[in-house]
């Protein structure tokens, strides 16, 4: 149980265009869902915090127009990079928590490079 | 701000040798803390959670102990394995104004050499 997936898990894009990385929860209800960003040789900074059917609550310095995030449902959460650019080029990794479990589970990752 | 490093950055043991990682945070208000495994360009592993009221967990070749009025904690490896090749992360989960923040650690790089 506990399993949580991401899809795309490499994508490649031209600068300026927009992606959309979808992290599901496949076995059990997600309340809250996290999104963290992890730059090559370092750790995984958290981004953003999203509760179902509430706006995301985002760390200092993410652009929340830039890195949009929906939480629609109980198993469903999607990041959005809009206008990518090179420097968003990194490896996004979602979470997702149940109060049943009291941890959080991550995805398996999703590699972005923007050319 | 919770602050989490861990000890060394990287480290090479020849396999079959015991060994000691080492995390440590700046604030003991804690829910718990984890350790992690992360292969190259994948997610994490989580290996051993320990609750704020535990001391220790084990999981196999696998043993981690806390320290929370110290902030320390330690993931002890035997018998090591070049399939025990990879990054730990140490992380810690803090109350944030009302929320459960998961902070992590720098990383220990551990190479096995065969």
């Known amino acids: 149980g506990a399993v949580v997936s991401q899809h795309p898990s490499r994508v490649i894009c031209k600068s300026g265009t927009s992606v959309k990385i979808e992290c599901r929860s496949l076995d059990f209800q997600a309340t809250t869902m996290f999104w963290y960003r992890q730059f090559p040789k370092q750790s995984l900074m958290l981004m953003a915090t999203s509760n179902e059917g509430s706006k995301a609550t985002y760390e200092q310095g993410v652009e929340k127009d830039k890195f949009l995030i929906n939480h629609a449902s109980l198993t469903l959460s999607t990041l959005t990079v809009t206008s990518a650019h090179p420097e968003d080029s990194s490896f996004y990794i979602c979470?997702?928590?149940?109060?049943?479990?009291?941890?959080?589970?991550f995805g398996p990752g999703t590699r972005l490079t923007v050319l | 701000k919770q602050e989490v490093t861990q000890i060394p950055a990287a480290l090479s043991v020849p396999e079959g040798e015991n060994l000691v990682l080492n995390c440590s945070f700046t604030d003991s208000a804690i829910y718990n803390l984890q350790w992690f495994r992360q292969d190259p360009g994948k997610g994490l592993t989580s290996l051993l959670l320990i609750q704020s009221s535990q001391r220790e967990q084990t999981s196999g070749r696998l043993n981690a102990s806390l320290d929370k009025s110290s902030g320390r904690s330690t993931l002890y490896i035997a018998a090591s394995q070049p399939g025990d090749s990879a990054t730990y992360l140490c992380?810690?989960?803090?109350?944030?104004?009302?929320?459960?923040?998961?902070?992590f650690g720098t990383g220990t790089r551990l190479t096995i050499i065969p």
């Open positions: 992380a810690v989960t803090s109350p944030v104004f009302g929320n459960e923040k998961l902070t």
């Open positions: 979470s997702a928590e149940s109060p049943d479990y009291n941890e959080q589970f």
